[in-house]
């Protein structure tokens, strides 16, 4: 079955450490997103990749970081420098990079910093 | 600035009865619309969309959505809801010549047996 895979579904790390939430879909799909959502507040965007070896600051970007080396996976790692790094954390990807192309979204991870 | 409105944080509805859920969008052309839902500690799947054409639209599990221009809106609806819908409903904005999804911050469903 195609599909994003995201791992681990929870997440805890001391305050301080940097942490890399996996992101891998087996869609063939060029671009893909990473969102933060905090309760009441919707979905942002942190970070979007159009293509492989290409990546753009979404919205929220400072603190975090990302990586497009492969067409499958787009790894993004919360830092120490990311203030509020707890909430839940999404991946999606689309055909393409475009208004039209709907987001099909992975299933989540849960970090947790204390 | 383009914005999203969900007006309602929470709707609980007996299992049977009608649904709507609202949402209004700011933007001065029409954007492309979607409805997202969200089942707790999942991610999102797409109900529906709206580019152009027809201004009622059908998606998966029953439901369907209205684009009113004159509005700015582009409500939820289900004849008849089950208790598998309850869930979390996202409403989302993708404004022309942009990559930006903008997302309403969501009404939780509850229903009632």
């Known amino acids: 079955d195609g599909g994003i895979t995201q791992s681990p579904k929870y997440l805890f790390r001391k305050e301080g450490q940097n942490v890399t939430l996996s992101c891998e879909q087996n869609?063939?799909?060029?671009?893909m997103y990473w969102y933060r959502q905090d309760p009441g507040q919707g979905l942002r965007l942190i970070y979007y990749?159009?293509?492989?070896?290409?990546?753009q600051k979404g919205d929220i970007a400072e603190g975090y970081s990302v990586s497009r080396e492969k067409k499958e996976s787009f790894p993004l790692t919360v830092t120490s420098a990311q203030k509020n790094p707890t909430a839940f954390y999404l991946c999606?990807?689309?055909?393409?990079?475009?208004?039209?192309?709907?987001?099909?979204f992975g299933p989540g991870t849960r970090l947790t910093v204390t | 600035a383009q914005s999203v409105t969900q007006p309602d944080i929470h709707i609980t509805v007996s299992e049977g009865a009608s649904l709507e859920l609202r949402c209004n969008y700011s933007?001065?052309?029409?954007?492309?619309l979607f409805w997202y839902v969200q089942s707790p500690g999942q991610g999102l799947q797409l109900l529906l969309k709206?580019?152009?054409?027809?201004?009622l639209v059908q998606g998966i599990k029953g439901f369907e959505a209205e684009f009113k221009r004159s509005q700015s809106s582009f409500n939820l609806r289900k004849p008849s809801v089950h208790w598998s819908d309850a869930a979390e409903y996202f409403c989302?904005?993708?404004?022309?010549?942009?990559?930006?999804?903008?997302f309403g911050t969501g009404t939780r469903l509850k229903v009632l047996a």
């Open positions: 869609l063939n799909h060029d671009a």
């Open positions: 999606a990807s689309s055909i393409a990079f475009g208004l039209e192309y709907e987001q099909y």
């Open positions: 709206y580019f152009s054409g027809d201004t």
């Open positions: 933007y001065g052309a029409t954007p492309y």
């Open positions: 990749s159009q293509i492989v070896n290409d990546f």
């Open positions: 989302a904005v993708n404004r022309g010549g942009t990559y930006k999804y903008i």
